[in-house]
Protein backbone atom coordinates (compact mmCIF):
# COMPACT_ATOMS: atom_id res chain seq x y z
CA UNK A 1 0.00 0.00 0.00
CA UNK A 2 1.10 3.42 -0.80
CA UNK A 3 0.86 6.91 1.17
CA UNK A 4 -2.35 9.19 0.35
CA UNK A 5 -0.33 11.97 -0.06
CA UNK A 6 -1.09 12.85 -3.50
CA UNK A 7 1.65 15.19 -4.62
CA UNK A 8 4.00 12.24 -3.30
CA UNK A 9 1.89 9.95 -5.68
CA UNK A 10 2.24 12.03 -8.88
CA UNK A 11 5.87 12.74 -8.18
CA UNK A 12 6.37 9.03 -7.37
CA UNK A 13 4.19 7.82 -10.68
CA UNK A 14 6.05 10.52 -12.79
CA UNK A 15 9.42 9.46 -11.84
CA UNK A 16 8.75 6.07 -13.05
CA UNK A 17 7.43 7.67 -16.68
CA UNK A 18 10.71 9.47 -17.17
CA UNK A 19 13.01 6.69 -16.10
CA UNK A 20 14.54 7.23 -12.65
CA UNK A 21 15.24 3.93 -11.86
CA UNK A 22 18.43 4.44 -9.27
CA UNK A 23 16.82 6.19 -6.03
CA UNK A 24 18.62 7.09 -2.90
CA UNK A 25 16.90 6.80 0.65
CA UNK A 26 17.94 8.66 3.36
CA UNK A 27 16.21 8.36 7.16
CA UNK A 28 13.70 10.69 8.47
CA UNK A 29 10.17 11.32 9.46
CA UNK A 30 9.19 13.68 6.94
CA UNK A 31 10.07 12.05 3.97
CA UNK A 32 8.65 8.21 5.32
CA UNK A 33 5.82 8.62 3.18
CA UNK A 34 8.41 9.23 -0.06
CA UNK A 35 10.61 6.17 1.60
CA UNK A 36 7.33 3.66 2.06
CA UNK A 37 6.01 4.31 -1.50
CA UNK A 38 9.11 4.50 -3.37
CA UNK A 39 10.67 1.25 -1.44
CA UNK A 40 7.64 -0.56 -1.72
CA UNK A 41 7.42 -0.15 -5.71
CA UNK A 42 8.84 -2.64 -7.95
CA UNK A 43 10.15 -0.42 -10.51
CA UNK A 44 12.89 1.49 -8.12
CA UNK A 45 16.29 -0.21 -7.08
CA UNK A 46 16.50 1.67 -3.60
CA UNK A 47 19.81 2.15 -1.53
CA UNK A 48 19.55 3.29 2.16
CA UNK A 49 22.31 5.77 3.09
CA UNK A 50 22.45 7.56 6.21
CA UNK A 51 24.78 10.19 6.25
CA UNK A 52 23.13 12.97 3.38
CA UNK A 53 26.60 14.11 2.33
CA UNK A 54 27.62 10.64 1.00
CA UNK A 55 23.94 9.72 0.22
CA UNK A 56 24.48 12.76 -2.44
CA UNK A 57 27.53 11.73 -3.84
CA UNK A 58 26.48 8.07 -3.52
CA UNK A 59 23.70 9.10 -6.17
CA UNK A 60 25.91 11.18 -8.14
CA UNK A 61 27.84 7.54 -8.87
CA UNK A 62 24.63 5.52 -10.00
CA UNK A 63 24.11 8.05 -12.32
CA UNK A 64 27.40 8.11 -13.86
CA UNK A 65 26.80 4.12 -14.09
CA UNK A 66 24.88 4.14 -16.78
CA UNK A 67 24.01 7.76 -17.54
CA UNK A 68 20.57 8.06 -16.63
CA UNK A 69 19.25 9.74 -13.84
CA UNK A 70 19.47 8.49 -10.21
CA UNK A 71 17.88 9.96 -7.08
CA UNK A 72 18.38 11.10 -3.77
CA UNK A 73 15.27 11.40 -0.83
CA UNK A 74 16.35 13.21 2.14
CA UNK A 75 13.94 14.48 5.26
CA UNK A 76 13.63 18.39 6.15
CA UNK A 77 15.32 20.96 7.51
CA UNK A 78 19.16 21.10 7.94
CA UNK A 79 19.29 17.04 6.12
CA UNK A 80 18.72 18.80 3.07
CA UNK A 81 21.50 21.16 3.51
CA UNK A 82 24.03 18.48 3.85
CA UNK A 83 23.22 17.55 0.09
CA UNK A 84 24.76 20.95 -1.23
CA UNK A 85 28.65 19.91 -1.88
CA UNK A 86 26.93 16.87 -4.26
CA UNK A 87 24.86 18.98 -5.79
CA UNK A 88 27.07 21.47 -6.87
CA UNK A 89 29.47 18.54 -7.94
CA UNK A 90 26.35 17.34 -10.25
CA UNK A 91 25.94 20.55 -11.91
CA UNK A 92 29.68 21.23 -12.37
CA UNK A 93 29.82 17.80 -13.75
CA UNK A 94 25.97 17.63 -15.56
CA UNK A 95 25.12 14.58 -13.85
CA UNK A 96 21.19 14.16 -13.89
CA UNK A 97 20.61 14.24 -10.42
CA UNK A 98 17.21 14.46 -8.70
CA UNK A 99 17.20 16.09 -5.32
CA UNK A 100 13.71 15.05 -3.36
CA UNK A 101 13.25 16.62 -0.18
CA UNK A 102 10.27 16.52 2.14
CA UNK A 103 8.99 19.65 3.49
CA UNK A 104 7.11 20.93 6.17
CA UNK A 105 3.77 23.16 5.26
CA UNK A 106 5.02 26.07 4.30
CA UNK A 107 2.75 28.13 7.19
CA UNK A 108 4.91 26.64 9.83
CA UNK A 109 8.28 27.66 8.44
CA UNK A 110 9.69 30.45 10.44
CA UNK A 111 7.48 29.81 13.59
CA UNK A 112 9.73 27.74 15.56
CA UNK A 113 8.84 24.51 14.14
CA UNK A 114 11.31 21.83 14.32
CA UNK A 115 13.29 20.95 11.39
CA UNK A 116 12.25 23.85 9.62
CA UNK A 117 14.04 26.42 6.82
CA UNK A 118 12.96 27.75 3.71
CA UNK A 119 13.75 24.70 1.15
CA UNK A 120 12.31 25.63 -1.91
CA UNK A 121 15.07 27.12 -4.28
CA UNK A 122 18.15 26.45 -1.31
CA UNK A 123 20.20 25.70 -3.98
CA UNK A 124 20.28 28.82 -6.01
CA UNK A 125 21.52 28.79 -9.49
CA UNK A 126 23.69 25.17 -8.45
CA UNK A 127 20.61 23.17 -9.89
CA UNK A 128 18.60 23.65 -13.30
CA UNK A 129 15.23 23.35 -12.09
CA UNK A 130 13.77 23.51 -8.89
CA UNK A 131 10.06 23.20 -7.48
CA UNK A 132 8.17 23.43 -5.22
CA UNK A 133 5.18 21.00 -5.58
CA UNK A 134 1.60 21.99 -3.69
CA UNK A 135 -0.09 19.79 -2.04
CA UNK A 136 -3.34 18.68 -3.43
CA UNK A 137 -7.05 19.35 -2.38
CA UNK A 138 -8.42 20.80 -6.03
CA UNK A 139 -8.34 19.60 -9.89
CA UNK A 140 -6.08 22.59 -10.84
CA UNK A 141 -3.58 21.75 -7.65
CA UNK A 142 -3.51 18.29 -9.12
CA UNK A 143 -2.49 19.67 -12.92
CA UNK A 144 -0.05 22.23 -11.38
CA UNK A 145 1.57 19.98 -9.19
CA UNK A 146 1.88 17.48 -12.10
CA UNK A 147 3.24 20.32 -14.41
CA UNK A 148 5.79 20.70 -11.95
CA UNK A 149 6.96 17.39 -11.42
CA UNK A 150 7.39 17.16 -15.75
CA UNK A 151 8.92 20.25 -15.84
CA UNK A 152 11.70 19.50 -13.47
CA UNK A 153 12.44 15.98 -14.84
CA UNK A 154 12.63 16.99 -17.97
CA UNK A 155 15.22 19.55 -17.12
CA UNK A 156 17.52 17.23 -15.91
CA UNK A 157 18.61 16.32 -19.76
CA UNK A 158 17.63 19.22 -21.42
CA UNK A 159 20.46 21.41 -23.11
CA UNK A 160 22.86 19.02 -21.07
CA UNK A 161 22.34 17.15 -18.10
CA UNK A 162 22.31 18.37 -14.44
CA UNK A 163 20.62 17.92 -11.33
CA UNK A 164 17.31 19.05 -10.11
CA UNK A 165 15.12 20.00 -7.07
CA UNK A 166 12.07 18.76 -5.78
CA UNK A 167 10.70 19.62 -2.87
CA UNK A 168 7.90 17.92 -1.14
CA UNK A 169 5.66 19.78 1.81
CA UNK A 170 4.04 16.97 3.33
CA UNK A 171 1.04 17.92 5.66
CA UNK A 172 0.32 15.29 8.70
CA UNK A 173 -0.96 12.68 9.38
CA UNK A 174 2.06 11.36 7.44
CA UNK A 175 1.79 7.41 8.24
CA UNK A 176 -1.42 6.81 6.17
CA UNK A 177 -0.76 3.76 3.65
CA UNK A 178 -4.14 3.29 1.91
CA UNK A 179 -3.69 3.61 -1.70
CA UNK A 180 -3.20 0.03 -3.36
CA UNK A 181 -2.17 1.71 -6.88
CA UNK A 182 -0.30 4.81 -8.48
CA UNK A 183 -2.52 7.04 -10.37
CA UNK A 184 -2.38 7.32 -14.05
CA UNK A 185 -0.49 10.62 -14.72
CA UNK A 186 0.00 12.73 -17.64
CA UNK A 187 3.29 12.42 -19.38
CA UNK A 188 5.33 15.06 -20.77
CA UNK A 189 8.05 14.46 -23.49
CA UNK A 190 9.89 17.07 -25.24
CA UNK A 191 11.78 16.45 -28.91
CA UNK A 192 14.48 18.37 -29.54
CA UNK A 193 14.44 19.01 -33.00
CA UNK A 194 13.10 16.28 -35.63
CA UNK A 195 15.24 13.63 -37.15
CA UNK A 196 14.31 11.38 -39.49
CA UNK A 197 16.47 8.63 -38.25
CA UNK A 198 15.11 8.96 -35.04
CA UNK A 199 12.53 6.16 -33.83
CA UNK A 200 10.72 8.89 -31.79
CA UNK A 201 10.21 10.70 -35.24
CA UNK A 202 8.34 8.01 -36.92
CA UNK A 203 6.26 7.60 -34.28
CA UNK A 204 5.37 11.21 -33.93
CA UNK A 205 4.46 11.27 -37.48
CA UNK A 206 2.54 8.23 -36.96
CA UNK A 207 0.17 9.49 -33.95
CA UNK A 208 -0.03 13.17 -36.11
CA UNK A 209 -1.99 10.70 -39.00
CA UNK A 210 -4.17 9.00 -36.77
CA UNK A 211 -5.98 11.78 -35.47
CA UNK A 212 -8.71 13.88 -38.10
CA UNK A 213 -9.66 16.38 -35.63
CA UNK A 214 -6.46 18.96 -35.86
CA UNK A 215 -6.59 22.62 -34.77
CA UNK A 216 -3.62 24.64 -34.85
CA UNK A 217 -3.94 28.43 -32.90
CA UNK A 218 -1.30 30.57 -33.34
CA UNK A 219 -0.62 32.84 -30.94
CA UNK A 220 1.47 36.22 -30.85
CA UNK A 221 4.10 37.01 -33.42
CA UNK A 222 5.92 40.10 -34.08
CA UNK A 223 7.36 39.15 -37.95
CA UNK A 224 6.01 37.94 -41.08
CA UNK A 225 6.74 34.62 -42.39
CA UNK A 226 5.46 33.35 -45.88
CA UNK A 227 4.91 29.70 -46.84
CA UNK A 228 5.58 28.47 -50.29
CA UNK A 229 2.77 27.57 -51.92
CA UNK A 230 4.27 23.81 -52.37
CA UNK A 231 3.98 23.67 -48.58
CA UNK A 232 0.69 26.05 -48.24
CA UNK A 233 -1.06 23.62 -50.50
CA UNK A 234 -0.36 20.63 -48.29
CA UNK A 235 -0.63 21.86 -45.07
CA UNK A 236 -3.80 24.45 -44.93
CA UNK A 237 -6.48 21.31 -45.29
CA UNK A 238 -5.20 19.61 -42.75
CA UNK A 239 -5.74 21.66 -39.88
CA UNK A 240 -8.59 24.00 -38.33
CA UNK A 241 -6.29 27.38 -38.33
CA UNK A 242 -7.26 29.90 -35.79
CA UNK A 243 -5.47 33.01 -34.92
CA UNK A 244 -5.61 36.76 -33.81
CA UNK A 245 -4.71 40.04 -35.18
CA UNK A 246 -1.55 39.46 -33.28
CA UNK A 247 -0.46 36.72 -35.10
CA UNK A 248 0.35 38.52 -38.18
CA UNK A 249 1.19 36.75 -41.36
CA UNK A 250 2.66 33.29 -39.96
CA UNK A 251 0.35 30.83 -41.35
CA UNK A 252 -0.10 28.81 -44.61
CA UNK A 253 -3.57 30.06 -45.44
CA UNK A 254 -6.70 32.37 -44.46
CA UNK A 255 -7.21 31.90 -40.52
CA UNK A 256 -10.41 31.29 -38.89
CA UNK A 257 -10.41 34.84 -36.73
CA UNK A 258 -13.90 35.22 -35.15
CA UNK A 259 -13.80 31.66 -33.35
CA UNK A 260 -14.34 34.08 -29.99
CA UNK A 261 -17.80 35.44 -31.26
CA UNK A 262 -17.95 31.25 -32.71
CA UNK A 263 -17.73 29.70 -29.49
CA UNK A 264 -20.12 32.09 -27.81
CA UNK A 265 -22.85 31.91 -30.34
CA UNK A 266 -22.21 27.70 -30.46
CA UNK A 267 -24.85 25.21 -28.36
CA UNK A 268 -23.39 22.66 -26.33
CA UNK A 269 -23.74 19.83 -29.04
CA UNK A 270 -22.10 22.18 -31.28
CA UNK A 271 -19.63 22.97 -29.41
CA UNK A 272 -18.83 18.93 -28.61
CA UNK A 273 -17.89 18.59 -32.17
CA UNK A 274 -15.55 21.18 -32.55
CA UNK A 275 -13.24 19.77 -30.37
CA UNK A 276 -9.88 18.86 -31.69
CA UNK A 277 -8.78 15.57 -30.76
CA UNK A 278 -4.76 16.82 -31.45
CA UNK A 279 -4.04 20.55 -30.68
CA UNK A 280 -0.50 22.18 -31.53
CA UNK A 281 0.15 25.46 -30.71
CA UNK A 282 3.08 28.23 -31.62
CA UNK A 283 3.39 31.68 -31.24
CA UNK A 284 3.04 33.35 -28.30
CA UNK A 285 -0.17 35.12 -26.11
CA UNK A 286 -3.39 33.99 -27.09
CA UNK A 287 -5.96 36.83 -26.22
CA UNK A 288 -9.45 35.41 -25.90
CA UNK A 289 -10.59 33.98 -23.10
CA UNK A 290 -13.19 31.83 -24.32
CA UNK A 291 -11.02 30.27 -26.51
CA UNK A 292 -8.76 29.04 -23.40
CA UNK A 293 -12.07 27.91 -21.49
CA UNK A 294 -13.23 25.89 -24.41
CA UNK A 295 -10.23 23.91 -24.52
CA UNK A 296 -9.42 24.01 -20.62
CA UNK A 297 -12.99 22.27 -20.37
CA UNK A 298 -13.00 20.09 -23.11
CA UNK A 299 -9.27 19.05 -23.18
CA UNK A 300 -8.31 17.47 -26.82
CA UNK A 301 -6.41 14.06 -26.67
CA UNK A 302 -2.87 15.83 -27.37
CA UNK A 303 -0.87 18.96 -26.93
CA UNK A 304 1.57 19.95 -29.29
CA UNK A 305 3.37 23.22 -28.54
CA UNK A 306 6.09 23.98 -30.77
CA UNK A 307 9.22 26.40 -29.50
CA UNK A 308 12.67 26.98 -30.59
CA UNK A 309 13.10 26.83 -26.71
CA UNK A 310 11.87 23.64 -25.59
CA UNK A 311 9.77 25.32 -23.03
CA UNK A 312 6.89 23.52 -21.13
CA UNK A 313 3.86 26.11 -22.26
CA UNK A 314 0.64 24.23 -20.38
CA UNK A 315 -2.29 27.19 -21.02
CA UNK A 316 -5.09 24.44 -21.89
CA UNK A 317 -3.66 22.43 -19.41
CA UNK A 318 -3.48 18.91 -21.46
CA UNK A 319 -0.18 19.83 -22.61
CA UNK A 320 1.87 16.28 -23.46
CA UNK A 321 4.49 17.29 -26.04
CA UNK A 322 7.56 19.97 -26.45
CA UNK A 323 8.92 20.23 -29.69
CA UNK A 324 11.80 22.13 -29.36
CA UNK A 325 12.48 24.01 -33.00
CA UNK A 326 11.51 26.33 -35.02
CA UNK A 327 7.62 25.99 -35.69
CA UNK A 328 8.01 26.79 -39.27
CA UNK A 329 10.84 24.50 -39.83
CA UNK A 330 8.07 21.82 -38.53
CA UNK A 331 5.36 22.94 -40.09
CA UNK A 332 7.21 22.56 -43.73
CA UNK A 333 9.13 19.30 -41.90
CA UNK A 334 5.70 17.35 -41.33
CA UNK A 335 4.09 18.79 -44.44
CA UNK A 336 4.79 15.74 -47.31
CA UNK A 337 4.29 13.93 -43.87
CA UNK A 338 0.29 14.01 -43.79
CA UNK A 339 -1.74 11.58 -45.04
CA UNK A 340 -3.39 12.10 -48.81
CA UNK A 341 -6.35 12.63 -47.33
CA UNK A 342 -8.90 15.84 -46.48
CA UNK A 343 -10.38 15.86 -43.19
CA UNK A 344 -13.62 17.23 -42.93
CA UNK A 345 -12.93 19.04 -39.37
CA UNK A 346 -11.35 21.95 -41.13
CA UNK A 347 -14.23 22.69 -42.99
CA UNK A 348 -16.62 22.64 -39.82
CA UNK A 349 -14.96 25.35 -38.56
CA UNK A 350 -14.50 27.61 -41.50
CA UNK A 351 -18.43 26.90 -42.80
CA UNK A 352 -19.41 27.97 -38.82
CA UNK A 353 -17.31 30.76 -38.58
CA UNK A 354 -18.59 32.26 -42.43
CA UNK A 355 -21.98 32.17 -41.69
CA UNK A 356 -21.21 34.67 -38.73
CA UNK A 357 -22.13 38.42 -40.03
CA UNK A 358 -19.49 40.97 -40.16
CA UNK A 359 -20.50 43.09 -37.00
CA UNK A 360 -22.49 46.36 -37.47
CA UNK A 361 -22.74 48.59 -34.66
CA UNK A 362 -24.05 51.71 -33.63
CA UNK A 363 -22.32 55.17 -32.58
CA UNK A 364 -19.65 53.64 -29.73
CA UNK A 365 -16.28 51.96 -29.08
CA UNK A 366 -16.50 49.40 -31.33
CA UNK A 367 -18.08 51.10 -34.20
CA UNK A 368 -14.68 53.54 -34.21
CA UNK A 369 -12.00 50.74 -34.26
CA UNK A 370 -14.57 48.74 -36.69
CA UNK A 371 -14.53 52.01 -38.91
CA UNK A 372 -10.50 52.69 -38.51
CA UNK A 373 -9.64 49.32 -39.40
CA UNK A 374 -11.77 49.03 -42.56
CA UNK A 375 -10.00 51.95 -44.09
CA UNK A 376 -6.59 51.37 -43.16
CA UNK A 377 -4.15 51.95 -45.66
CA UNK A 378 -1.98 49.40 -46.88
CA UNK A 379 1.17 48.68 -45.21
CA UNK A 380 0.49 49.91 -42.11
CA UNK A 381 1.04 49.56 -38.54
CA UNK A 382 -1.58 49.23 -36.33
CA UNK A 383 -0.98 49.54 -32.60
CA UNK A 384 -3.45 47.96 -30.12
CA UNK A 385 -3.35 48.98 -26.62
CA UNK A 386 -4.72 45.94 -23.71
CA UNK A 387 -8.01 45.64 -22.07
CA UNK A 388 -11.14 46.38 -24.13
CA UNK A 389 -9.16 47.33 -27.43
CA UNK A 390 -7.28 44.55 -28.25
CA UNK A 391 -10.69 42.36 -27.89
CA UNK A 392 -12.97 44.80 -30.07
CA UNK A 393 -10.04 44.65 -32.77
CA UNK A 394 -10.49 40.94 -33.05
CA UNK A 395 -13.87 41.29 -33.90
CA UNK A 396 -13.53 43.27 -37.01
CA UNK A 397 -11.57 41.99 -40.49
CA UNK A 398 -8.19 43.26 -41.31
CA UNK A 399 -5.99 43.04 -44.19
CA UNK A 400 -2.96 40.77 -44.48
CA UNK A 401 -0.60 43.65 -45.09
CA UNK A 402 -1.41 45.40 -42.07
CA UNK A 403 1.46 44.97 -39.23
CA UNK A 404 -0.34 44.17 -35.65
CA UNK A 405 1.27 44.80 -32.64
CA UNK A 406 0.30 45.12 -28.76
CA UNK A 407 2.43 44.47 -25.56
CA UNK A 408 0.69 40.97 -24.80
CA UNK A 409 3.68 39.82 -22.52
CA UNK A 410 1.93 40.94 -19.21
CA UNK A 411 -0.68 42.34 -20.81
CA UNK A 412 -1.15 45.38 -19.07
CA UNK A 413 -2.44 48.55 -19.76
CA UNK A 414 1.08 50.53 -19.05
CA UNK A 415 3.13 51.23 -21.76
CA UNK A 416 0.85 51.25 -24.67
CA UNK A 417 1.60 54.19 -26.27
CA UNK A 418 5.09 54.72 -24.96
CA UNK A 419 5.61 51.02 -27.01
CA UNK A 420 4.00 52.62 -29.92
CA UNK A 421 5.57 55.92 -30.20
CA UNK A 422 8.71 53.87 -30.18
CA UNK A 423 8.10 51.94 -32.48
CA UNK A 424 7.03 54.74 -35.01
CA UNK A 425 9.77 56.87 -34.22
CA UNK A 426 11.83 54.09 -35.80
CA UNK A 427 9.02 53.15 -38.45
CA UNK A 428 9.15 54.42 -42.54
CA UNK A 429 5.12 53.34 -42.33
CA UNK A 430 2.27 54.75 -41.10
CA UNK A 431 1.31 54.21 -37.68
CA UNK A 432 -2.24 53.80 -35.99
CA UNK A 433 -2.56 53.50 -32.53
CA UNK A 434 -6.00 52.54 -30.80
CA UNK A 435 -6.09 53.13 -27.35
CA UNK A 436 -8.27 53.56 -24.33
CA UNK A 437 -8.92 56.66 -22.29
CA UNK A 438 -7.57 54.70 -18.98
CA UNK A 439 -4.58 53.04 -20.35
CA UNK A 440 -4.04 56.69 -22.47
CA UNK A 441 -4.23 58.70 -19.23
CA UNK A 442 -2.16 55.99 -17.62
CA UNK A 443 0.72 56.48 -20.03
CA UNK A 444 0.38 59.98 -21.24
CA UNK A 445 3.86 61.05 -20.67
CA UNK A 446 4.78 58.76 -23.63
CA UNK A 447 4.28 62.05 -25.33
CA UNK A 448 6.37 64.09 -23.33
CA UNK A 449 9.37 63.66 -25.69
CA UNK A 450 10.62 65.39 -28.80
CA UNK A 451 10.45 62.02 -30.98
CA UNK A 452 7.16 62.52 -32.28
CA UNK A 453 6.91 62.74 -35.92
CA UNK A 454 3.77 63.02 -38.78
CA UNK A 455 3.68 59.22 -39.04
CA UNK A 456 2.16 59.20 -35.57
CA UNK A 457 -2.11 59.08 -35.17
CA UNK A 458 -3.81 57.89 -31.64
CA UNK A 459 -7.70 57.01 -31.96
CA UNK A 460 -8.29 57.83 -28.02
CA UNK A 461 -11.24 55.97 -27.36
CA UNK A 462 -12.64 58.37 -23.94
CA UNK A 463 -15.55 56.66 -22.39
CA UNK A 464 -14.72 57.96 -18.56
CA UNK A 465 -13.82 54.94 -17.24
CA UNK A 466 -12.78 51.60 -17.52
CA UNK A 467 -15.55 50.10 -19.40
CA UNK A 468 -14.60 46.53 -20.19
CA UNK A 469 -15.82 46.12 -16.25
CA UNK A 470 -19.04 46.56 -16.90
CA UNK A 471 -18.66 43.39 -19.69
CA UNK A 472 -17.83 40.85 -16.76
CA UNK A 473 -19.68 38.37 -16.22
CA UNK A 474 -20.49 37.77 -12.68
CA UNK A 475 -19.08 41.50 -11.44
CA UNK A 476 -21.80 43.52 -9.52
CA UNK A 477 -21.00 46.77 -8.58
CA UNK A 478 -22.22 48.22 -5.43
CA UNK A 479 -22.52 52.48 -5.38
CA UNK A 480 -19.69 52.50 -3.20
CA UNK A 481 -16.94 50.09 -4.95
CA UNK A 482 -17.78 51.13 -8.63
CA UNK A 483 -15.97 54.49 -8.55
CA UNK A 484 -12.64 52.56 -7.29
CA UNK A 485 -13.04 49.56 -9.51
CA UNK A 486 -13.85 51.86 -12.88
CA UNK A 487 -12.29 54.82 -12.52
CA UNK A 488 -14.23 57.11 -13.76
CA UNK A 489 -13.48 60.78 -14.56
CA UNK A 490 -13.91 63.33 -17.10
CA UNK A 491 -10.66 63.74 -18.51
CA UNK A 492 -9.98 64.99 -22.10
CA UNK A 493 -6.63 64.48 -23.92
CA UNK A 494 -7.60 68.07 -25.93
CA UNK A 495 -4.31 70.44 -23.84
CA UNK A 496 -1.85 67.80 -23.83
CA UNK A 497 -2.43 66.62 -27.37
CA UNK A 498 -2.35 70.43 -28.54
CA UNK A 499 0.54 71.25 -26.24
CA UNK A 500 2.88 68.83 -27.89
CA UNK A 501 2.25 69.52 -31.39
CA UNK A 502 -0.68 67.11 -32.46
CA UNK A 503 -3.20 67.81 -35.11
CA UNK A 504 -6.40 67.52 -32.49
CA UNK A 505 -10.00 66.47 -33.50
CA UNK A 506 -12.92 65.90 -31.03
CA UNK A 507 -16.03 63.20 -31.95
CA UNK A 508 -19.14 62.70 -30.31
CA UNK A 509 -21.53 61.15 -33.09
CA UNK A 510 -21.63 58.96 -36.20
CA UNK A 511 -21.26 61.91 -38.81
CA UNK A 512 -18.28 63.39 -36.63
CA UNK A 513 -16.39 60.08 -36.67
CA UNK A 514 -16.76 59.48 -40.19
CA UNK A 515 -15.62 62.94 -41.31
CA UNK A 516 -12.59 62.05 -38.79
CA UNK A 517 -12.00 58.91 -39.85
CA UNK A 518 -11.76 59.96 -43.62
CA UNK A 519 -8.88 62.81 -42.68
CA UNK A 520 -7.37 59.92 -39.70
CA UNK A 521 -6.74 57.07 -41.97
CA UNK A 522 -5.65 59.45 -45.61
CA UNK A 523 -2.40 57.60 -46.87
CA UNK A 524 -1.06 60.85 -47.80
CA UNK A 525 1.75 62.21 -45.33
CA UNK A 526 0.56 65.05 -43.40
CA UNK A 527 2.69 67.66 -41.56
CA UNK A 528 1.69 66.54 -37.69
CA UNK A 529 1.04 63.53 -35.97
CA UNK A 530 -2.93 63.58 -35.38
CA UNK A 531 -5.14 62.59 -32.50
CA UNK A 532 -8.64 62.08 -32.77
CA UNK A 533 -10.65 61.82 -29.04
CA UNK A 534 -13.98 59.64 -29.72
CA UNK A 535 -16.27 60.18 -26.47
CA UNK A 536 -18.93 57.30 -26.18
CA UNK A 537 -21.13 56.58 -23.04
CA UNK A 538 -19.03 53.30 -21.31
CA UNK A 539 -22.84 51.96 -20.50
CA UNK A 540 -24.04 52.15 -23.82
CA UNK A 541 -20.90 50.71 -25.14
CA UNK A 542 -21.47 47.62 -22.93
CA UNK A 543 -25.09 47.34 -23.84
CA UNK A 544 -24.36 47.52 -27.85
CA UNK A 545 -21.46 44.67 -27.29
CA UNK A 546 -23.73 41.96 -25.19
CA UNK A 547 -26.63 42.36 -27.40
CA UNK A 548 -24.32 41.61 -30.51
CA UNK A 549 -23.50 38.55 -28.62
CA UNK A 550 -26.41 37.71 -27.84
CA UNK A 551 -27.86 37.88 -31.29
CA UNK A 552 -25.33 36.17 -32.78
CA UNK A 553 -26.33 33.35 -29.77
CA UNK A 554 -30.10 33.52 -30.97
CA UNK A 555 -28.79 33.29 -34.33
CA UNK A 556 -27.68 30.06 -33.77
CA UNK A 557 -30.96 28.48 -32.08
Given at each position: ?291 KNFLRKNPPKEH ?254
Amino acid sequence: MYTDKKNILQLVALLEAHGVKKIVLCPGSRNIPLVHTLSTHSSFTCYPVTDERSAGFFAIGLALNGGGPAAVCCTSGTALLNLHPAVAEAFYQNVPLVVISADRPAAWIGQMDGQTLPQPGVFGNLVKKSVSLPEIYTDEDEWYCNRLINEALLETHHHGKGPVHINVPVTEPIFRFTVESLPEVRVITRYQGLNVYDRDYNELIKRLNQYQKRMIIVGQMNLIYLFEKKYSKLLYKHFAWLTEHISNQTIPGIPVKNFDVALYAMDEDTQEKMVPELLITYGGHVVSKRLKNFLRKNPPKEHWHVSADGEVIDLYGSLTTVIEMDPFEFLEKIAFLLENKTPQYPLLWENYCKELPQPEFPYSEMAAIGALIKALPERCALHLANSSVIRYAQLFTAASSVEVCCNRGTSGIEGSLSTAVGYAAASDKLNFVVIGDLSFFYDMNALWNTNLGPNLRILLLNNGGGEIFHTLPGLEMSGTSHKFITAVHKTSARGWAEERGFLYQKVEDEVQLEEAMAMFTQPEPMVHPVLVEVFTNKNKDARILKDYYHKNKKNDK
